[in-house]
């Protein structure tokens, strides 16, 4: 299965968000940078998943965005159901118009089926799972002037 672009950078987002610490603000510019992705994709993606009720966004010049306490128990499955454009897995079009086989054809429906059940395998998961805390303190290093040996 593939998801859409969209999905993958709203993915990206919660995972970033989740990695924060508590309560922390982020802009969508710094969102941005740290997803890789430009702005308008990122600012798009944060609006949907404050609709969606996955992210708390703060307005003025000490806002920012923030996971809510719904986008740290959301699953992947659930995101990706809404974000999903839900066009079917097979085009069943030809250069010529609508497949032949598409009033007589199964395959459509069990690659529904098959998405569904991608979605499923994917239900058990919390993006919040998924994130890496960061630690940006400083890395203990042991150095020495011996050789191994």
Request: charged fraction near 20%; include cysteine.
């Amino acid at each position: 299965m593939r998801i859409n672009s969209f999905s993958d950078v709203s993915l990206r987002l919660l995972m970033v968000l989740c990695s924060a610490p508590e309560g922390e603000l982020s802009t969508t510019r710094d969102l941005a940078e740290q997803v890789g992705t430009p702005y308008n994709h990122v600012s798009k993606a944060v609006l949907k998943l404050r609709q969606m009720g996955l992210v708390d966004a703060i307005r003025g010049r000490t806002g920012g965005v923030r996971i809510s306490p719904a986008g740290k128990a959301a699953t992947v499955g659930q995101v990706l159901r809404v974000l999903d454009d839900h066009q079917d897995v097979a085009e069943c079009r030809t250069e010529m118009g609508e497949c032949p086989l598409a009033h007589s054809c199964g395959l459509r429906g069990v690659l529904n089926h098959a998405r569904e059940s991608f979605y499923v395998s994917l239900d058990n998961v919390t993006i919040y799972s998924l994130a890496r805390k960061t630690n940006n303190g400083p890395v203990p290093v042991m150095l020495s002037t011996s050789r191994p040996g």
